[in-house]
């Protein structure tokens, strides 16, 4: 007969068992995320578009094999970006420094439910990676594992003025407005309440970051070809001399309200939502609504080892030993925009219950600092036309969409989420 385990053996027996347990559930709650895994959100169209294209041109910016920048393709009035990009992550920043912080271990799992993940002030970080670095890594280490954080499209615009103006037209969508009624389309509805997955548009940031740029162009059957390319640089500025231009929360008119009951399927969403407010302050909790139309975010207190030339030419090599920059022990701070001469928010005024909101008001998407002293490329009108030549300023820009971890409605991931992005300069 086997014999019975001793009241010490048992308590012993006991405790490993506890310890393995909360060592299970300290494990559970380590790997809870701002935005829950194995959710997808896609970008199902993402167009710009010139208001008035004799006046503003866009064009794609031509790579050679190893994607680096050989200038723009031919000018015309839009472009249609290739959309089969899907963010399962998130991240957090101001657009020109996208970061992935660390994370406090929450070891209550109702609040880690509620509330998601803590960022751990003074805790160390690594930078985003959009889908065009993660795309290089995996070209010289197919084993990269690392998923890209945010959206990224470079493109060039040309201007016979020197402003390049964000039209007040311009707009984020969710791929079904219908966000929170009877008319959810089958399979959209989230799983936190009666609304829909395309919800996740109220947690969608927008930046721009534009630069000046002399374009000598030539042209054989139409096509154009870059015969001369030179950015303006300023000293000290980085990544490649670049200035964020435009921070835009889009759909501020959304917001999701945490249930009471300590449920996670019975949670609300609030429609149509407009700022109340007189000034741009910074929120706190207590704003309740007025909160949507800031954007909260975190940024390093000091930077690390900023992406340069010399960095990103490691993607090109055949090593790989590529890691994220990573920047251990710089201290975390959190910010909120709403002074900054470049936030931007859906206006007030446009934010309706039954469609989607637009921008509201033109927004200034053109400046760089004055020392670039930008100067005029000479360019043909239209690719057709060899004889008729205009004097046109000239601005590459980048575009960067993620999804703001700060935001409850990415805290909250909801699956299959999708929109649409709409861009209109004149």
């Not at 009241?7 to 494990?27: E, H, Q």
Request: glycine letters at 6%; a negative charge.
């Amino acid at each position: 007969m086997a014999n019975n385990a001793g009241p010490s053996r048992r308590f012993i027996i006991s405790k490993n068992l506890i310890m393995m347990l909360v060592v299970l559930v300290a494990g559970l709650l380590a790997v809870w995320s701002w935005f829950s895994v194995n959710k997808v959100v896609t970008a199902n169209n993402i167009s710009v578009r010139s208001a008035f294209p004799n006046e503003i041109g866009l064009a794609e910016v031509d790579y050679d094999e190893n994607g680096n920048d050989r200038g723009p393709k031919t000018f015309s009035g839009k472009l249609e970006f290739n959309t089969d990009v899907t963010l399962t992550k998130d991240c957090t920043g101001d657009g020109e420094s996208l970061i992935v912080p660390s994370f406090s271990i929450i070891k209550d799992k109702d609040t880690a439910t509620k509330k998601g993940r803590e960022v751990s002030i003074g805790g160390a970080w690594e930078d985003a990676l959009s889908q065009t670095e993660v795309e290089k890594i995996r070209n010289v280490n197919p084993d990269f594992a690392e998923e890209p954080r945010y959206i990224e499209y470079e493109f060039y615009a040309r201007s016979q003025t020197k402003d390049v103006t964000l039209a007040s037209t311009s707009y984020l969508s969710a791929s079904n407005e219908h966000l929170n009624d009877s008319e959810i389309p089958a399979g959209k509805k989230s799983s936190y309440g009666n609304f829909s997955s395309d919800s996740i548009v109220g947690a969608v940031r927008v930046a721009l970051l534009a630069q000046g740029a002399y374009v000598k162009q030539g042209y054989s059957s139409g096509v154009a070809t870059t015969e001369k390319l030179e950015f303006h640089n300023e000293a000290g500025n980085v990544p490649y001399n670049r200035h964020l231009t435009c921070l835009w929360l889009p759909r501020p008119d959304i917001k999701m309200n945490v249930s009471n009951t300590g449920k996670t399927n019975d949670w609300t969403l609030e429609r149509g939502i407009k700022y109340a407010g007189q000034t741009p302050i910074a929120p706190t909790d207590s704003q309740d609504n007025d909160i949507t139309y800031f954007h909260t975010y975190y940024k390093p207190a000091s930077a690390g080892t900023p992406k340069s030339p010399a960095y990103e030419a490691k993607w090109n090599t055949n090593s790989t030993q590529y890691q994220i920059n990573k920047n251990e022990g710089v201290v975390v701070q959190k910010k909120t925009a709403g002074t900054d001469e470049h936030f931007v928010v859906t206006t007030k005024e446009s934010v309706k219950s039954d469609t989607h909101p637009v921008l509201g008001t033109d927004f200034k998407a053109s400046s760089v600092s004055e020392s670039d002293h930008l100067r005029t490329s000479r360019l043909r009108q239209d690719a057709e036309n060899p004889d008729s030549e205009t004097n046109y300023y000239v601005y590459k820009y980048t575009l960067r969409i993620w999804l703001e971890g700060e935001d409850l409605e990415s805290r909250r991931a909801m699956d299959g989420g999708q929109f649409n992005l709409h861009l209109e300069f004149k």
